[in-house]
T-cell receptor, first 116, second 113 residues
Framework: QQQVKQSPQSLIVQKGGISIINCAYE??????FPWYQQFPGKGPALLIA?????SEKKEGRFTISFNKSAKQFSLHIMDSQPGDSATYFC???????????????FGKGTLLTVNP | KAGVTQTPRYLIKTRGQQVTLSCSPI?????VSWYQQTPGQGLQFLFE???????NKGNFPGRFSGRQFSNSRSEMNVSTLELGDSALYLC????????????FGSGTRLTVV
């Protein structure tokens, strides 16, 4: 059972363009939604995370948009650069003490290529 | 501040052998979790430990086991290795008691031949 669905599988964007990656979840107990960036040969690095009490969070060129009613969230990378070329994973987990399961459920990943 | 350290970085083992992987969490982090990453299955949760207690376990066979020491360092063991166990094994640590804020190490690349 895939509880977090991520799309697209791959994405090609021109330098300076906007990259958009979407995720949808099923478990309403999820209340922490991080995005990870992974380069070949490295572990996933936390980019940005959001909780459902806000609809948007921005850190530099990276923005998470969150739609609680639709159970969807997305990552926007503004002014995409070749150095952003990596695999991006969305994830989700419940963190309240009554329902925490102490694990991240990941999407399948999106391979982003930013052409110069 | 040192990150999550995993050793060794690379391992080649023969089918049927066993292997032990090590993870040192960020100082002060008491939660350590393990994930298996493969091209086909993506990132899959193995288990999580907090203060030497396993709090959750993923859907992996009993050949996969782990433990956590009093200094929060963790090890995972895979016995009777199979070709399908070839993967990147990732360790993550967290400061949060109830989850979230996971920082990953660079992983151990295990190849079973």
């Amino acid at each position: 059972q895939q509880q977090v669905k991520q799309s697209p599988q791959s994405l090609i964007v021109q330098k300076g363009g906007i990259s958009i990656i979407n995720c949808a979840y099923e478990n309403t107990a999820f209340d922490y939604f991080p995005w990870y960036q992974q380069f070949p040969g490295k572990g996933p690095a936390l980019l940005i995370a959001i909780r459902p009490d806000v609809s948007e969070k921005k850190e530099g060129r990276f923005t998470i948009s969150f739609n609680k009613s639709a159970k969807q969230f997305s990552l926007h990378i503004m002014d995409s650069q070749p150095g952003d070329s990596a695999t991006y994973f969305c994830a989700a987990t419940p963190t309240n003490s009554g329902g925490s399961n102490y694990k991240l459920t990941f999407g399948k990943g999106t391979l982003l290529t930013v052409n110069p | 501040k040192a990150g999550v350290t995993q050793t060794p970085r690379y391992l080649i083992k023969t089918r049927g052998q066993q292997v032990t992987l090590s993870c040192s969490p960020i100082s002060g982090h008491r939660s350590v979790s393990w994930y298996q990453q493969t091209p086909g299955q993506g990132l899959q949760f193995l288990f999580e430990y907090f203060s030497e207690t396993q709090r959750n376990k993923g859907n992996f066979p009993g050949r996969f086991s782990g433990r956590q020491f009093s200094n929060s360092r963790s090890e995972m063991n895979v016995s009777t290795l199979e070709l399908g166990d070839s993967a990147l094994y990732l360790c993550a640590s967290s400061l949060a008691v109830t989850g979230g804020g996971y920082t990953f190490g660079s992983g151990t690349r295990l190849t079973v031949v």
